[in-house]
């Protein structure tokens, strides 16, 4: 039990004190709780549990996202949805964006290894759905390292690579990758590397994207065990993809074009049914109309919140899950007083509180990422990376995709 609310109390009781939850709650498909009189009729007769598990919505999972949106709701009330700590005697800064599944627990334990330093640490953690600014106006700012804070973590290949934002640094040996020892071998072995051969980027850990096939959409059609499957035209207007969530995204886009070329991004642009967040794709299971997709491109984990007999099934496509990794960049300067935070960041203990049970894979090597050998990964490659352009590569892709061009 959760300390803002038991599972079995009634969604209307809930809603009132926590409203937040009636948008979460409408985008798992209880779109009637936005009509007062229907939330106050009917909420006041099911329970949270049995409202979910009508949807067959997991409901251990999606009470952890209620939590998070309850959580997240008190941080924009105290501080616009950042969690910071500015000081000017401060010896270490980092500045980061946390996936939201699992942002809370990662800032508990962050702020118990920051209350056992006998130093001060600046620090900027923001979620990622309340997007980046913060970043990406210090970065676009800064005339040289010193406008830099010592550590930076967040997934993003823009944000990163692109020569407007952090990409304008590359090739002046600013930053190191401070890890030492091996990799995960799930992410390190013959087939994929996510170690920066120039030794500048670090990787914590990657998001996955996988398939939700809607089997009541799909008809006659093979269920898609790859991308080059949903590049045929019989899933033309079938597909949604989170085009909201840039991260996702980007990277899809640069996967796709690094194996498949232009045409492959056409090709799934064409698929595109509608953009929908990942609850929204997941509600779908039991519909069967003009704008449900068949094919729902999402995290991998989201995965979780689907229940057997839900009518949706998973697909980990057998030419890679589509990674966006999530970067750590760190600078040589200042490393006698950022190393043990550094440690920590690459420790087994954050990689338990990032991983999510399996479902955001790690590159610490004692951690278990609970993958079997046919699950793969695609990606574009440090090769490929380094002698590209990645900012020009992901505008022309986007406008590719939307057959803007």
């Not at 640094?169 to 072995?189: A, T």
């Not at 894979?361 to 990645?390: C, M, R, V």
Request: overall charge negative; proline content about 3%.
């Amino acid at each position: 039990m959760n300390k803002y609310f038991d599972i079995k109390d009634k969604v209307y009781d809930v809603t009132e004190k926590y409203p937040e939850l009636i948008e979460v709650l409408a985008n798992a498909g209880f779109e009637n709780l936005k009509n007062d009189m229907m939330r106050k009729s009917m909420g006041k007769l099911l329970s949270i549990e049995a409202a979910l598990k009508s949807k067959n919505i997991n409901v251990d999972v999606f009470e952890r996202q209620l939590v998070e949106a309850i959580e997240r709701k008190s941080d924009m009330t105290d501080n616009n949805g950042v969690v910071r700590n500015v000081d000017e005697k401060a010896k270490v800064s980092i500045k980061g964006i946390l996936p939201c599944p699992v942002r809370m627990q990662f800032i508990e334990s962050f702020e118990k290894f920051v209350e056992s330093r006998d130093y001060k640490i600046n620090y900027n953690l923001n979620a990622a759905s309340m997007g980046m600014e913060a970043i990406e106006d210090e970065i676009l700012n800064a005339k040289d390292e010193n406008d830099l804070s010592d550590i930076y973590m967040s997934a993003g290949f823009n944000l990163f690579f692109d020569k407007k934002y952090m990409g304008k640094f590359r090739d002046k040996d600013i930053f190191v990758d401070h890890r030492s020892g091996e990799l995960n071998k799930s992410l390190d072995n013959e087939n994929i590397s996510l170690r920066d051969p120039k030794g500048e980027y670090s990787i914590i850990g990657v998001v996955p994207a996988i398939f939700i096939v809607n089997n009541a959409v799909l008809g006659d059609r093979k269920v898609p065990a790859s991308w080059e499957d949903l590049f045929d035209k019989e899933f033309e207007n079938s597909i949604a993809l989170p085009t909201s969530d840039l991260d996702m995204f980007n990277a899809i886009m640069l996967g796709i074009y690094s194996r498949y070329g232009r045409e492959g991004v056409e090709a799934l642009g064409r698929g595109l049914l509608k953009s929908m967040h990942p609850a929204q794709m997941v509600k779908s299971g039991s519909r069967k109309d003009i704008d449900t997709p068949t094919v729902s491109i999402m995290p991998y984990f989201f995965s979780k919140t689907i229940k057997e007999n839900s009518g949706l099934t998973v697909v980990w496509p057998k030419d890679g899950a589509v990674i966006s990794p999530i970067f750590l960049l760190t600078k040589k300067k200042n490393y006698e007083n950022s190393k043990q935070l550094i440690d920590f960041l690459f420790s087994k203990q954050v990689a338990e509180v990032l991983g999510a049970d399996g479902k955001f894979p790690q590159t610490n090597s004692e951690y278990d990422n609970k993958l079997e050998e046919s699950q793969s990964f695609l990606w574009a490659g440090w090769d490929f990376i380094h002698s590209n352009d990645i900012g020009e590569i992901l505008s022309n892709t986007e406008k590719w995709f939307f057959g803007e061009e």
